[in-house]
């Protein structure tokens, strides 16, 4: 059974790098067929797909943050990590990964996310 | 881009039945086959319930129905249960990202 696992600092000082790890277990991020990405949530609110990531290192960014988000893979360890940079209150959230299905046009299915992990609340301080 | 519209709540008696809309454009819900819909209950990661617009993944109760109507989805739960209650968000490829979600509907069942 596939599960996913968050790990990173929980506090993080405003306009410094936030940086998370996710590791995958029971299954290969190797896997030509997934994409594996980050989810956000901050308190009380909404879901917001951060970007994705192939195993071969190609990465989708939401085009709001894409000017501060670096997604990067490790297939030896099984891992993929997110990197937020200049970061403020507002990216105060709950962080998930999740394994994520992309559009395939060919056999009709796609852009899904399943499983996730269990999330880590990352705080912003000033 | 604009997250997909849905109400901010519902709510049903148990037995009954309820649909929550997730409205988006030509350019996400109404241009793809590609919507998902995810149930989150406090403190919990967003379990998938739906994708493909009405597939139901393996162990999801057959009580949850999606559909699609131009550039609106929906998610029907019938016979509903009191472990039902939970936040559910829709999900839609679009043109120009993979993924954009809905702003989250909270069920309370009565």
């Known amino acids: 059974q596939l599960q996913l696992q968050e790990s990173g600092p929980g506090l993080v000082k405003a306009s410094e790098t936030l940086s998370l790890t996710c590791t995958v277990s029971g299954g290969s991020i190797s896997s030509s067929t997934y994409y594996w990405g980050w989810i956000r949530q901050p308190p009380g609110k909404g879901l917001e797909w951060i970007g994705s990531?192939?195993?071969?290192?190609?990465?989708y960014y939401n085009s709001s943050l894409k000017s501060r988000v670096t997604i990067s893979v490790d297939t030896s360890k099984n891992q993929f990590s997110l990197k937020l940079s200049s970061v403020t209150a507002a990216d105060t959230a709950v962080y998930y990964c999740?394994?994520?299905?992309?559009?395939?046009?060919?056999?009709?299915?796609?852009?899904?996310?399943?499983?996730w992990g269990q999330g880590t609340l990352v705080t912003v301080s000033s | 881009q604009s997250a997909l519209t849905q109400p901010a709540s519902v709510s049903g008696s148990p037995g009954q039945s309820i649909t929550i809309s997730c409205t988006g454009t030509s350019s996400d819900v109404g241009g793809y086959n590609y919507v998902s819909w995810y149930q989150q209950h406090p403190g919990k990661a967003p379990k998938l319930m739906i994708y493909d617009v009405s597939k139901r993944p393996s162990g999801v109760s057959n009580r949850f129905s999606g559909s699609k109507s131009g550039n609106t989805a929906s998610l029907t739960i019938s016979g509903l249960q009191a472990e039902d209650e939970a936040d559910y968000y829709c999900?839609?490829?679009?043109?120009?990202?993979?993924?954009?979600f809905g702003g989250g509907t909270k069920l309370t069942v009565l």
């Open positions: 999900s839609s490829y679009t043109s120009n990202t993979l993924g954009v």
């Open positions: 999740a394994r994520h299905s992309p559009p395939n046009d060919i056999i009709g299915t796609g852009s899904w996310f399943d499983p």
């Open positions: 990531i192939y195993y071969s290192g190609s990465t």
